[in-house]
């Protein structure tokens, strides 16, 4: 074997190495971050609002629609656009399922995790990983792959409603960490898998 087949197979180790230093770091901010942030409500403010909307699939049907519209030639954009942000809500929403930790406030800001038999299918008062984080991000990392020069703008948009659920202590940092990073994996996904004709 040559070097170069060796090369996706590092790429990998060295984007999962990445992500674990994501989390780890994420997750040294948790207790810090919950202690910092007392009643903010961000939700009641415009801003506030403005960011986490962008973490709700609906309004990516909205937009995805605004793309089929504006070029007609190219459906398949606008699609992908809202299947990335649905697909990822979704994932976030079956590893939460998983994953079983529960939000911050359950518990003052410490780590508690429910028991698989109480309330098995419900992601109610979970957080691991955020579901708005995931979406805002799939769709940044989409919309990145169509319009480049505006990466910046999609990623500051995905990461303020990922600060709206820190602020108000809906989400430790790891979970919208976590959301963060299934977001992007997921839309990256598609976006190959769109490019290669699939």
Request: proline share 3%.
């Amino acid at each position: 074997m040559n070097s170069t087949t060796h090369c996706p197979a590092r790429r990998w180790w060295l984007a999962l190495a990445g992500a674990a230093g994501v989390l780890l770091g994420a997750t040294l901010l948790d207790r810090p971050a919950y202690e910092s942030f007392v009643n903010q409500r961000t939700d009641a403010r415009d801003w506030g609002r403005m960011f986490r909307v962008t973490g709700y699939v609906p309004l990516w049907l909205l937009i995805g629609a605004a793309l089929v519209l504006v070029d007609a030639g190219k459906l398949r954009r606008g699609l992908l656009l809202v299947v990335a942000a649905a697909l990822a809500g979704g994932a976030a929403e079956g590893l939460k399922l998983a994953a079983r930790r529960e939000r911050p406030e359950v518990n003052q800001g410490a780590y508690s995790f429910r028991s698989f038999a109480d309330r098995p299918w419900s992601t109610r008062n979970l957080g691991l990983p955020s579901s708005h984080a995931a979406v805002a991000f799939a769709a940044a990392t989409v919309l990145t792959g169509y319009f480049r020069r505006a990466t910046v703008v999609w990623f500051l948009f995905a990461a303020g409603c990922a600060a709206t659920r820190v602020l108000e202590r809906a989400h430790f940092v790891s979970d919208v960490a976590a959301g963060a990073l299934v977001g992007i994996a997921i839309g990256w996904w598609l976006l190959r898998w769109h490019r290669e004709g699939g």
